[in-house]
């Protein structure tokens, strides 16, 4: 296990007045709440009128992935098979768009760019509508803040990349910057021979967090070796070796609860095959156990046996066994999986489902439990030979992907950030790697999934490409219909230009979760490195990673406002 911690440069600077202020409303409200009796604490001739006025938000925080890093960077040997023969170069790219123009806070710049620490401050100039910052050479973990006091519907979105193209880190590690929390699920990796799972913690806040994790296998619930828990500074990053605490786990699922403040928590998943590289991704945090689930990704065509079909990844971590049913809506509907549509889940087991046998292209597949679950999709890509290894096999990289939450009645708990109320149109924002080339995803899940009912309806919607100096590209309407999945060149919609901000709206108020119309589930396919050799022009690079949207800002709701004059105060 080792820390790190990032050091300072320059004092960041915060909108005092803005805390201020929602204290002020905070305690406002909560005075209205309460329901004190009338007239108390007022003087004869006081304002009554009541006003409702909407609560503003409270700070936003995105943690970014540090770049890939081996697991054991002493390694010697021979330089032609040295493990990291080449370098790793990570980008960073961060971007907010605002309701109206750039938003006015008092006290200072709202919305920075920093390490861990939060002191090395890097101020976003918002000098427009749309603030697009690009970093390249990142080093370490960074944190985008969104200060207090921001309109509701000012969108955030960020996202990080490394790139390798040769030994055991080759791939493309990329993943949208999310907002720490309590308690988070990361599904995916390994730790059998040949695999390496790092679990990075990382404190973006001003408290130590005491984080205890939770691990299931093939076999069940795993005993951790050191007994699982872990301190992480404030302002600091832990970074430990799942497979010195879980060895052997060809399948695993892991659970990241804190107290005494939020992390940040993901995997860096890579795989060899002897020396040829199998692909290198981070795994996410996804949904909160839930009994409706969905994730897309997509299938080249391999067959049912093959090793690099897609896969869906079911745990059930509580103490009832199960059935999951899944449902694959493909570009025309719905798709069989031969053998594959009835999961049986026993209680703590992680259970991997091939999806193989689809013909090539994009879909989704919806997980409907008797019993909670979690869930994630593995994709991979193909690449040519590595001629220095002397090797015939190719190489291969994958990428690994979230699901998110349906919201169905029968769950026992609300899903975490199971994304927008029906009350916004916004479906999330993706800050795209620079350097890559990206095709969005989008499925529309039908309220009913049963047989017996053809799916009715669509989701239809906005995406918006804005380009790197805040500008907007271009816009293209969209009409998924229920039950299929679709995929969109982002170029497309950015006028042949790849974008550097991509956003989703919907255009019909009854389309969002919790109401009638289908549930939109998109993410974005970034790729990068050179093209399969005899690939036609064009054709995505051999890189392969998925960006999950970043959802909008939970809105505060309103409050009671009062005008009074309080007793023992001057008028």
Not at 43 to 71: F, I, K
Not at 112 to 139: C, I, K, M, R, Y
Request: charged share 20%; proline share 8%; net charge negative.
């Amino acid at each position: 296990m080792t820390t790190r911690t990032s050091r300072t440069r320059s004092v960041l600077r915060r909108a005092a007045t803005v805390g201020g202020g929602l204290v002020a409303v905070a305690l406002t409200g909560a005075v209205a709440a309460i329901g004190l009796p009338a007239g108390f604490g007022t003087v004869a001739g006081a304002a009554t009128d009541v006003e409702q006025v909407e609560a503003t938000t409270p700070e936003r925080v995105l943690v970014c992935p540090a770049p890939v890093r081996l697991a054991d960077s002493t390694q010697v040997g021979d330089a032609q098979f040295g493990a990291a023969p080449v370098e790793t170069t990570t980008a960073l790219r961060a971007g907010l768009v605002a309701a109206g123009e750039a938003p006015d806070v008092p006290g200072g710049t709202p919305v920075t760019l920093t390490g861990l620490d939060g002191l090395d401050a890097a101020p976003l100039e918002q000098d427009g509508h749309v603030t697009v910052v690009s970093w390249a050479d990142v080093t370490e973990g960074q944190v985008l803040r969104v200060g207090a006091g921001m309109p509701v519907d000012t969108r955030v979105g960020a996202s990080v990349g490394s790139v390798t193209t040769a030994g055991d880190l080759r791939g493309l590690a990329a993943a949208s910057c999310a907002a720490p929390g309590i308690d988070q699920w990361l599904v995916g990796g390994s730790t059998e021979v040949g695999s390496s799972a790092q679990l990075v913690l990382q404190n973006p806040g001003r408290t130590p967090a005491t984080v205890r994790l939770s691990v299931w296998g093939p076999g069940g619930p795993v005993v951790l070796s050191g007994g699982g828990q872990y301190v992480v500074p404030p302002g600091g990053e832990v970074v430990t070796l799942v497979e010195a605490a879980a060895p052997e786990q060809r399948r695993l699922t892991v659970r990241v609860e804190s107290t005494g403040g939020t992390v940040a928590a993901y995997l860096q998943h890579s795989t060899l095959a002897g020396l040829v590289p199998l692909g290198i991704d981070h795994v996410v945090p996804g949904a909160a156990p839930a009994r409706g689930l969905a994730v897309g990704f997509t299938s080249s065509g391999e067959a049912v046996d093959d090793d690099l079909a897609p896969q869906v990844r079911l745990l059930a971590p509580g103490a009832e066994a199960g059935t999951a049913t899944l449902t694959v809506y493909g570009a025309d509907g719905r798709v069989r999986v031969r053998g594959g549509e009835l999961v049986e889940l026993a209680p703590g087991v992680v259970t991997d489902q091939s999806l193989g046998g689809l013909p090539a292209g994009a879909y989704t597949v919806v997980v409907d439990a008797t019993v909670p679950v979690v869930a994630a999709a593995v994709e991979t890509r193909e690449g040519d030979p590595a001629e220095e290894l002397l090797s015939e096999d190719a190489q291969v990289d994958r990428a690994w992907i979230a699901a998110t939450a349906l919201g169905t009645p029968e769950d026992d708990e609300e899903p975490a950030s199971s994304g927008p109320s029906g009350a916004t149109r916004d479906r999330g924002t993706v800050a795209l790697v620079p350097g890559t080339s990206n095709v969005v995803r989008v499925g529309a899940v039908p309220v009913e999934r049963s047989e017996e009912v053809d799916p009715t309806g669509s989701f239809r919607g906005v995406l918006r490409a804005y380009g790197t100096d805040g500008a907007l590209l271009g816009e293209r309407e969209i009409d998924v219909p229920a039950g299929s999945t679709i995929v969109v060149a982002a170029r497309t919609v950015g006028d042949g230009k790849e974008p550097a901000v991509l956003t989703l709206d919907a255009t019909d108020e009854a389309e969002g979760p919790g109401q009638d119309g289908p549930v939109p589930v998109w993410s974005v396919v970034a790729s990068a490195g050179p093209a399969l050799s005899g690939a036609r022009d064009g054709a995505p690079g051999t890189l392969v990673s998925v960006l999950l949207p970043v959802p909008p800002a939970a809105s505060q709701g309103t409050v009671e406002v009062r005008a009074t004059r309080t007793a023992g105060l001057p008028r």
